[in-house]
């Protein structure tokens, strides 16, 4: 199993995972746009 995490995010925590190297792409690309939906939902700008 691979994983990793978006650094640099002081309020947020956005891991990723995969079984394979473009498994672990794949899951990173949503993540990340997970995470953009939920701040846009909620209103807040998402850390940089």
């Not at 953009?36 to 700008?45: D, N, S």
């Amino acid at each position: 199993m691979l994983f990793g995490k978006v650094e640099g995010l002081k309020k947020s925590y956005l891991p990723y995972e995969g079984e394979t190297y473009e498994e672990l792409i794949e899951d990173f690309h949503e993540a990340v746009d997970s995470y953009l939906e939920i701040c846009k939902r909620k209103g807040i700008t998402p850390e940089k």
